[in-house]
């Protein structure tokens, strides 16, 4: 009998419909190591580019039409929240229709905000359309403890009033008015979450010390086609004159560099021939030009990568904000690097504590010593299959990956985390050759 874990439901106020949120079947995988992966995979559209588009939709009173969804757990626990607040939603295949005509609640509850950090970006646009917005604090995740320190203080500079109270953040503006925003760092997050607030306010915003990811200049390329005017993404400088008012659009979100560099590593790994599609390169130079300091071959095409075998060296990676080295990376290179000739070091500069992968790494035989934010890997010459648990989402990628070139089976538990950002991982990979296959833990 399969186990049950976690069960969350969540009625809508109005409508009174219920959503089953966050049941889930616990699975693992079992993977056949040894395997050279050959052939072509495409890429699913952004997550971190459809998570703040589906907030933005909130903007507006009307049907936005979203293309290149991708099917993944996080999505849907976005597209229950909207639901709750009032949203009418309907998917097909990768479409998301988003009818944010009825939109009645300003609160997001509290095991919403735990389920998804992502949630803390509908506090942009609830404000940016009802001025008001009450919700929980996201809280942290294995990664980091995650403040939103730097969301508050940009969204005080425009005019908001927040008060902080029994664990609830409640925010209100009379009105939302232009100003200066100047970041201490470049949180993506925040970023996002200020331009969607002064897409609406009075005047003239500026965001210094933006984030420059390229999941921000998708978000300004759906904000300007809802009417707002926005320049600027994807520098450390963004302006967003306010206007009155926004209007539904159709948009189709940028290809996952992510889910991308994660297929990149694992061709190098298996020292396979993989062909990674439907990108834009230019999203990925800062990890093509490591793979290739690694020793592995690349090929660059206009919408493709392609990764031969070549001998595997150890060198220094240090993760930073885009245009560097991406956190969201780290995990899945270090696998790689495990059994690379020579020494590596590895230093994470973005969250805290990422580096949880390493000792279920260990399990499997890689050498590795982490002090700190700073982990040093001693290239041994093969990993060995081992049962393993996913402690996050790109952790659980970086052990599929160590799986697939290891000696004999492994099994991956905790999968749930994996399902969260990869859209058919373990499909894609038996297109590739991979012998892995989805069971359930009884
Ligand atoms: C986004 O998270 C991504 N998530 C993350 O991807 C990604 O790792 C991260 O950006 C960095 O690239 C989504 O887009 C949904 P940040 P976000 O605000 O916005 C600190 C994945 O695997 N900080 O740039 O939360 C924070 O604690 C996920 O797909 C503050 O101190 O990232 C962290 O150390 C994981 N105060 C650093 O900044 C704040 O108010 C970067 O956070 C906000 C952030």
Known sequence: MPQIYNLSTVCNAVTGDCTFLGGMTVEKFVVEGEVQLCGQVTISGAKNATLPIMAAT???SGVSVVHGVPNLRDIKVMQDILTLLGAKIVR????????????????VPEHLMREMRASVFLMGPLLGRFRKVRLSYPGGCTIGPRPINLHIKALEKIGTNIKESFGFIIAEAAELAGGEIHFDFPSVGATENAMMAAALAKGTTVIRNAAREPE?????????????????????????DGVPKLTATEHTVIPD??????YLVAGAMTRGDVVVDNILPEFLFSVTDKLQEIGVQIEIGRRYIRVKPGDLRGVDIKTLPHPGFPTDLQAPILSLLTIAKGTSIITETIFENRFKHVDELTRMGAKIKVEGRTA????????????????????????????????????????YHIDRGYDGLERKLQALGARIVRQNCD
Request: hydrophobic share 50%; glycine share 10%; with cysteine.
């Open 216 to 240: 921000i200049v998708d978000l300004q390329n759906f904000l300007n086609r809802m009417g707002a005017k926005i320049s600027g993404a994807g520098t450390d400088t963004i302006r967003i």
């Open 257 to 262: 560099r992510i889910e991308a560099g994660t």
């Open 92 to 107: 097909e295949g990768n479409t998301l229709i988003i009818d944010t005509t009825s939109i009645n609640h300003m609160e």
């Open 376 to 415: 040093i890997i001693r290239g041994v010459p093969k990993l060995t299959g081992a049962i393993v648990a996913a402690p996050d989402l790109r952790a659980g990628a970086a052990l599929v990956i160590a799986a697939l070139a290891a000696e004999g089976i492994s099994e991956i538990e905790h999968i």
């Open 58 to 60: 909130l903007l507006c």
